[in-house]
C-alpha cells in the first residue's frame, strides 16, 4: 500500500483487491478480469441508495466521489455497472426532480 494515498485511495485500492480475490482471480489479470474487479468493488462501495441520495442534490461526478467516500474511478465504474433496473431507478429520480417533486 503506497503511503501517499489518501484514506479514500487506500479504501479504493482495498477493496479492489478484495474483488480479485472475491473472483478468484489469481496471478497476471487479463483487462476483463481487471474491469470486472474494478466495478465488483464499486458495487461493494457505493449502495445503491446512497448514490441515488447523492445525486438528488449533486449533478458533480467529484463532488459526488467526495460524498460517496471513493475516488472518480471507482464512481465511474459503479455507474458503469448499473443494472436495468438501477438504471431505471436513476431514470425515476431525475424524472422527480425534473418534476419537482
Same mark, same amino acid.
Given at each position: 500500500?503506497?503511503?501517499?494515498?489518501?484514506? =479514500?485511495?487506500? &479504501?479504493?485500492?482495498? !477493496?479492489?483487491? =478484495?474483488?480479485?480475490?472475491?473472483?478468484?482471480?489469481?496471478?497476471?489479470?487479463?483487462?476483463? +478480469?481487471?474491469?470486472?474487479?474494478?466495478?465488483?468493488?464499486? &458495487?461493494?462501495?457505493?449502495?445503491?441508495?446512497?448514490?441515488?441520495? =447523492?445525486?438528488?442534490?449533486?449533478?458533480?461526478? +467529484?463532488?459526488?466521489?467526495?460524498?460517496?467516500? =471513493?475516488?472518480?474511478?471507482?464512481?465511474?465504474?459503479?455507474?458503469?455497472?448499473?443494472?436495468?433496473?438501477?438504471?431505471? !431507478?436513476?431514470?425515476?429520480?431525475?424524472?422527480?426532480?425534473?418534476?419537482?417533486?
Amino acid at each position: 500500500m503506497d503511503p501517499r494515498q489518501s484514506q =479514500v485511495q487506500r &479504501r479504493c485500492t482495498i !477493496a479492489h483487491e =478484495v474483488a480479485h480475490i472475491e473472483l478468484g482471480h489469481t496471478g497476471g489479470c487479463t483487462p476483463f +478480469e481487471e474491469e470486472a474487479a474494478r466495478r465488483h468493488a464499486a &458495487r461493494r462501495l457505493i449502495a445503491m441508495p446512497d448514490l441515488l441520495d =447523492v445525486l438528488c442534490w449533486t449533478e458533480e461526478l +467529484e463532488e459526488a466521489a467526495d460524498e460517496l467516500w =471513493v475516488d472518480l474511478d471507482t464512481l465511474k465504474a459503479r455507474l458503469d455497472a448499473l443494472t436495468a433496473g438501477e438504471r431505471a !431507478a436513476l431514470c425515476d429520480l431525475y424524472e422527480r426532480l425534473d418534476r419537482g417533486a
